[in-house]
């Protein structure tokens, strides 16, 4: 209890030992089975590794002028793509990316950045989401596909 009669959050977890040996088990081996392999098999879309030009612009028309980046696609699904950037992407902002239709015969596509990794002083991997499924064009490169 809190000075103000409010009581803890955690007191509702069952008491002074809300975990028992069984579930903690549980809980240790769920959690050893998430390495990034397993996370990639999980994927629930089929991902192709293509490298292509990329132009991210911000998703609000009012931003137009305040960033333009260009970039690399590292891989991409009918879900999302991963993409490389000299400079950081802010996560949970909604982007535009512009695909060079000489490289990916892709139409402009918004985005939402869902996360952002530090590679090295000039090199950033940012991960999207698409709004909405999105359909890989025909002209992709069979032996570029992997899961």
Known sequence: MFADGQSDLFDDLGGSNPLNNEM?????QELERNTPEEIRRQRTHFRLTIKAKVTLLPGSASDMLKLRVQGVTGDISEGG???LFPVPVRVGDVYRLEFDRNDFDLPTTFVLCRRCLLLRDDAYEAGFSFF???SLPA???ATTART
């Open 24 to 28: 903690a088990f549980e809980m240790l």
């Open 139 to 141: 002209n992709v490169s």
């Open 81 to 83: 793509l991963k993409c």
């Open 132 to 134: 909405a499924p999105i």
